[in-house]
Every structure is written in structure tokens, then in C-alpha cells.
């Protein structure tokens, strides 16, 4: 995963006042299709800052585990948000060979990415490697890398706060890989929302 980095972008999108989430999510639907790239997207992120309180209407919390919070979809992305709490993290996962962009409007997060060696389809299973990793904040958004799609999420217990990423996918997609690192092996999941569109879901549990 690759973050934005220069003092030339943080200086550019520090002098930008930051947008609220409907009209954040207008403009970048009015991006042209040919040019929904995963570098003019990212650009778009580092110079379209977003308005953390905008967001309250798609921010559901839940001791129990991160929620995913659909703000926006259509047949070439969606949005959403994910609500972590203190210590919470995401499972290992890829993201189907879609490109994925995040912003992270409150708190931060770390990003630990993961090399994928000796997959065998047939009985599900492989070795994780750690690679690279960084820290996501609202002055640095970030896309996965299609080269090395495999990561996990964390608000670490050390950051002492809550975070709320921004992340957009595209195109949208349902089920991805989920890898556990410990057993060496790996499957598909489903994945599902707690909110759309500011309403909880009805079988979403929040503890």
C-alpha cells in the first residue's frame, strides 16, 4: 500500500478547506470513467480533504468488531466508512484485483502488507511474508498497491483513540480472500454492511 508523500501535497492539501462528505462524494462521481484511475483518484483524496464531522450520520461503533458503513455505491465504486474502536483491526485480506483508496478523517491507522508465497488453490493454502507497512492519518490517504494487494488494518491500542476511514472501492465487490496467518491458509468471506446509507442494517449488532 502507497501513501501520499511530498511536502509539496501535504502543503496543498493542508491550504484546502475541507469538504463534507455529500459533496466530496458528488465530485468524485463526476470523475469521467476513462479517468477514474488509481493514480487520479488517489490525487483526488490527497487534495479533497474530508470534513470529519460531515460523517457523523455514517459513523455506527461496535466494541464487538470495525463496521462498514455504505455512504455511496454505483457500478463503478462505492464508498464507505469504517468505525474502529481502540485496538481494533481488520482481518488479513486482498480486495479481488479492485483498487482501493483510503482516507482516514479522524484518528489513524496502520497499514502492514503482506507478500503472498507458495499458494496452493487447491487445498487453500499459502505463507504470509510482512512487508512494508505505514501509517494512514488525515494528511495522508492512501491506495493498495495492485502488486501487493494482501494487508491488514489496525488502530492500535498505543493510538489511544477511535479512527474513522474513508475508503473507496472500485468497482464494488462482495466477498473477498481472508487469510490467516497463524494456519497458513486462506478463504473466501463474504462481506456485509452494519449501515447504508445512514440506516442500520436490521441484523447489525452493535455491542
Known amino acids: 500500500m502507497m501513501s501520499s508523500s511530498g511536502d509539496q501535497e501535504m502543503t496543498n492539501q493542508l491550504a484546502v478547506e475541507p469538504f463534507?462528505?455529500?459533496?466530496?462524494?458528488?465530485?468524485?462521481?463526476?470523475?469521467p470513467v476513462a479517468e477514474f484511475t488509481l493514480e487520479a483518484v488517489h490525487n483526488y483524496l490527497v487534495t479533497h480533504p474530508i470534513q470529519a464531522e460531515s460523517l457523523?450520520?455514517?459513523c455506527y461503533f461496535s466494541k464487538g468488531n470495525y463496521t462498514r458503513n455504505l455512504i455511496f455505491k454505483n457500478d463503478?465504486?462505492?464508498?464507505?466508512?469504517v468505525c474502529w474502536e481502540v485496538g481494533q483491526a481488520s482481518r488479513i485480506h486482498n480486495h479481488r484485483d479492485q483498487n482501493c483508496w483510503m482516507a482516514v478523517p479522524v484518528g489513524r491507522l496502520r497499514v502492514q502488507n503482506y507478500r503472498v508465497d507458495d499458494r496452493d488453490a487447491s487445498?487453500?493454502?499459502?505463507?504470509?511474508?510482512?512487508?512494508d507497512a505505514m501509517l494512514m492519518d488525515p494528511n495522508h490517504p492512501a491506495f493498495v498497491n495492485p502488486a501487493e494487494p494482501v494487508h491488514e488494518v489496525l488502530n492500535l491500542a498505543e493510538f489511544?483513540?477511535?479512527?474513522?476511514?474513508?475508503?473507496?472501492?472500485?468497482?464494488?465487490?462482495?466477498t473477498c480472500e481472508v487469510y490467516l496467518r497463524d494456519k497458513g491458509t486462506y478463504a473466501d468471506v463474504p462481506l456485509f454492511y452494519?449501515?447504508?446509507y445512514g440506516v442500520l442494517h436490521p441484523d447489525a449488532k452493535l455491542l
Open 123 to 131: 487445498c487453500g493454502t499459502c505463507k504470509l511474508v510482512p512487508t
Open 194 to 196: 452494519t449501515s447504508e
Open 160 to 174: 489511544g483513540e477511535r479512527a474513522v476511514s474513508v475508503h473507496v472501492y472500485s468497482k464494488p465487490f462482495d
Open 56 to 58: 457523523s450520520k455514517y
Open 20 to 31: 463534507a462528505i455529500s459533496d466530496w462524494v458528488k465530485s468524485l462521481a463526476a470523475i
Open 76 to 81: 463503478l465504486f462505492e464508498v464507505m466508512t
